[in-house]
């Protein structure tokens, strides 16, 4: 397995979720299996059999973040090449293809927001900029290009060719 990277912002929301799945949502399922218990035969049981299945799913959510925590690793943007594009640089590309530009930021896999299916993603606090995985075609692409450099990236409409106008920090 390819190690895994994280801005300290990304790992801090991460074990947030954890541990609100932890604190929150785990005691309250076990509530409500309590409470669905005492509707009768279980066999029949739609309450139930929905907790049960809610508590399957937080159990596994639990298990997947613990395991996530425990092997990202965090980037320390502080000793980075910032003359070139690394994990966490906001790029600003012109977009070859469509003569237009564009601007990325590369984050963990974890960052981009695909959880909630939407990828890349446009995060507010970043003005419309989105924010892409280092595990992307574009961004291993870009990753140790500099300033006016042309890069193309395999993606599944074609090869993308872009050339990068700024790197941000």
């Not at 639990?62 to 980037?75: A, E, G, M, P």
């Not at 590309?93 to 003569?99: A, D, P, S, V």
């Not at 006016?148 to 395999?154: C, D, P, R, S, T």
Request: hydrophobic fraction near 35%.
């Amino acid at each position: 397995m390819a190690q895994e990277y994280i801005s300290k912002q990304g790992l801090e929301k991460l074990r947030s979720k954890l541990q609100h799945l932890i604190q929150i949502e785990r005691p309250d399922i076990i509530k409500q299996i309590a409470i669905a218990r005492q509707f009768g035969d279980l066999s029949e049981n739609a309450e139930y059999h929905a907790a049960k299945e809610k508590q399957r799913f937080i159990e596994a959510e639990i298990s997947k973040l613990q395991y996530k925590v425990s092997i990202l690793k965090i980037i320390n943007p502080d000793i980075i090449n910032k003359n070139e594009v690394r994990f966490g640089a906001e790029v600003e590309l012109l977009y070859l293809n469509k003569n237009k530009n564009v601007t990325y930021k590369i984050v963990g896999e974890d960052e981009t927001g695909k959880e909630n299916n939407i990828s890349p993603v446009r995060d507010k606090s970043l003005n419309g900029v989105r924010k892409i995985s280092c595990n992307s075609p574009i961004a291993k692409a870009l990753l140790g290009k500099k300033v006016n450099e042309e890069v193309n990236a395999k993606a599944p409409v074609g090869i993308i060719k872009y050339k990068i106008i700024s790197i941000k920090y």
